[in-house]
């Protein structure tokens, strides 16, 4: 089967695009012909050797994967051959950037049937990201009120969808380029970061504060004073500590995305309903990877790809 993969981690020149062998499920686990994977920085974390991730070499990367089951491994009772899939896959394991991936059967749910397959490999982890960060760390609930920081970004968009539908007010900061995007997401308060003082902006405090932007770290801290007493402070940048504030009771979190079957699930029928909006701003073929993880290392690519098979 044709797949990409890196030999040794290093700068993009190190993924290769060719012939592999093609894998067989083991007992729990399911053989998937791939539609498309997505990709996420971590893919370019992970092949640069920066990300504290301990894959195998070589390793084929793309973690978020769409594709139809092609046969099943001893013991997989609940999917059947022919299956339209979605998959968050164990991220030190072999991705979705080939022809078939094997999976765990406990990280593949069906697929959304209003879109299409292809593009519904963009949905995992970056809306399991924002579901856990919302939910399970901030622990939000409906009537509260969250700052969603650097809310323009993938995770950003579903964080805001996510949480309106909970019954949660949002405030979010965005730069020009994003704040229509934003907006049409369903905040109800869009703070231009570029040219306004965020915590002067946001008019009394929000029970959670959750960051998705490389800000500073001085800068970040400052934000902690818009959380209330016993509220949260939450954050995706791994790279740098989560503040918060002991003496008024407000926890840090940094999310680390898990995953999660019951809620990949919901999120699907989220997605079928309505209610979650996909984003995928670009589709590629497997053949380009290589040259857009040269755009990814470069700088930040904008919005979801995902890579045809």
Not at 53 to 67: E, F, K, M, Q, R
Not at 96 to 119: H, N
Not at 141 to 167: D, F, N, T
């Amino acid at each position: 089967m044709k797949a990409v993969q890196f030999h040794e981690v290093g700068g993009p020149e190190v993924l290769t695009y060719g012939d592999v062998d093609q894998p067989t499920p083991g007992p729990g686990e399911v053989l998937v012909r791939v539609a498309a994977s997505a990709y996420n920085a971590a893919d370019n974390g992970m092949r640069a050797g920066f990300l504290p991730i301990p894959v195998a070499l070589p390793h084929v990367p793309g973690y978020d994967v769409s594709g139809t089951v092609a046969s099943l491994g001893d013991d997989v009772t609940d999917l059947a051959v022919g299956d339209a899939v979605i998959g968050f896959l164990p991220m030190e394991r072999d991705g979705g950037a080939a022809e078939y991936v094997v999976a765990p059967a406990d990280a593949l749910v069906a697929a959304p049937t209003s879109i299409p397959l292809a593009d519904a490999a963009a949905l995992p982890s970056v809306a399991l990201t924002a579901w856990q960060a919302l939910f399970d760390d901030g622990r939000l609930e409906a009537g509260q009120r969250v700052l969603v920081v650097g809310a323009g970004g993938v995770v950003g968009k579903y964080a805001i969808q996510l949480a309106k539908r909970a019954g949660v007010e949002v405030v979010a900061t965005a730069s020009p380029r994003s704040a229509d995007a934003v907006r049409v997401a369903g905040a109800d308060q869009v703070v231009d970061h570029t040219t306004t003082d965020v915590l002067q902006a946001v008019d009394g405090q929000v029970d959670v504060l959750l960051n998705l932007a490389p800000i500073e770290p001085e800068q970040f801290a400052s934000f902690v004073a818009a959380v209330r007493d016993g509220g949260a402070v939450v954050s995706t940048t791994a790279f740098m500590a989560t503040p918060g504030d002991e003496s008024r009771g407000v926890r840090a979190a940094t999310v680390f995305v898990l995953r999660n079957r019951e809620r990949l699930a919901e999120l699907v029928r989220l997605v079928d309903a309505g209610e979650l909006t996909v984003e995928v701003t670009r589709r590629i073929p497997l053949t380009e990877l290589q040259a857009l993880h040269t755009e990814g290392a470069a700088g930040r690519i904008a919005g979801k790809v995902v890579v045809l098979v």
